[in-house]
């Protein structure tokens, strides 16, 4: 699954003094969105704001003072790499959990520096404030509903592609299925907590597919390959939190799968224990880079600027397979 470019959009207009300010997502993702407060030369930054595709959150309420308002906002780990790109003009502050920061230009501690988008919202009947996030499919919330459900069946194993937000047999074969390996019933996905609940589902392991659980105390970057008979193709990265599982996106039955996965530190860069590198791999060079890709053409890796790293074969034979990664 290759993830499609992804923007916020927003709406403009003039910001009221007195009015709530609301984030709506339209895209096929569970996103979590923080905010930037530039006010009088001073700026604060606030998250996570946790919102579901074809939901809205409040973030800010009461008097909007401020001179200018930002947003960062990203895909939860279970997706891989976020689609949502990061390239706004300010860099402020955030932090790995819910967060408030009064000074957000200087980061401290485990406080880390984050590009912040400015954003002005438009004026709704009712006197608040609304921001969009969307994709380039411009979803409706239907449709960002839909699509979102599917990306997750995906993910966990069960083929609802293409992730179009069109409804159809082969999705609703994809989410019976689903619901009916996890013992729910079929009204729980008008409930509030259903991507709550699917997410749930894809960290753990699971009977179909390739399953990655992380045994150890760091976050891991992963990356996994397949071959189809016709050309091997490298994806990632995919992000595994501590203590989690995922189930990388491998649709259809390849021939070969593979598999690498490193530890990294709070800024991304590789573990070492007893002065090696943490990592899970094997004989088989693939190309990769080191933000998102998706490779299918796996000759002379250095000479395009691509890097070359050992990928370990999984035999997917007897069906579904969970890596699991643990300290030494």
């Known amino acids: 699954m290759s993830l499609p470019a992804a923007a916020i959009s927003l709406f403009a207009s003039s910001l009221p003094a007195f009015a709530d300010l609301k984030l709506c997502n339209r895209m096929s993702y569970v996103v979590e969105a923080a905010i930037g407060i530039d006010e009088k030369s001073a700026t604060a930054t606030r998250g996570w704001f946790r919102i579901d595709p074809a939901a ?10 401020a001179d200018r308002i930002l947003l960062n906002a990203r895909a939860l780990g279970v997706y891989g790499a976020s689609p949502i790109p990061q390239n706004g003009s300010d860099t402020l502050c955030i932090a790995p959990d819910n967060f408030v920061i009064a000074a957000a230009r200087q980061c401290r501690g485990n406080q880390t520096p984050a590009s912040f988008t400015q954003i002005t919202p438009t004026r709704t009947d009712d006197g608040n404030l609304v921001a969009y996030l969307a994709e380039d499919s411009e ?18 194993g069960y083929d609802a592609a293409p992730i179009d937000g069109v409804d159809g047999p082969k999705t609703q074969a994809a989410l019976s299925a ?19 609940t699917m997410i749930d589902a894809v960290q753990k392991p ?30 990632g990265w995919y992000r595994i939190d501590p203590g989690k599982c995922l189930h990388p996106d491998v649709i259809g039955q390849p021939k070969q799968v593979y598999s690498f996965a490193e530890a990294v530190d709070g800024e991304s860069r590789a573990i070492k224990y007893r002065d090696k590198p943490l990592n899970w791999g094997g004989p088989k060079q693939l190309c990769t880079r080191e933000s998102k890709f998706e490779i299918s053409e796996q000759g002379d890796c250095g000479t395009r600027g691509l890097a070359a790293i050992g990928f370990a074969p999984v035999d997917m034979s007897s069906g579904g ?8």
């Open 56 to 65: 809205c959150r409040v973030v800010l309420q009461g008097a909007l003072t």
């Open 139 to 156: 979803y409706d919330d239907e449709q960002a509903r839909l699509a979102g459900i599917q990306r997750l069946l995906v993910i966990a």
């Open 178 to 196: 689903f619901l009916k390996s996890r013992g729910l019933a079929a009204d729980i996905v008008q409930s509030q907590n259903f991507f709550a």
């Open 206 to 235: 699971s009977s179909t597919g390739l399953t990655w659980c992380n045994d150890t105390p760091h976050k891991i970057m992963a990356a996994v390959a397949t071959d189809d008979g016709k050309a091997v193709t490298s994806r």
């Open 321 to 328: 397979q969970t890596l699991r990664f643990a300290m030494p």
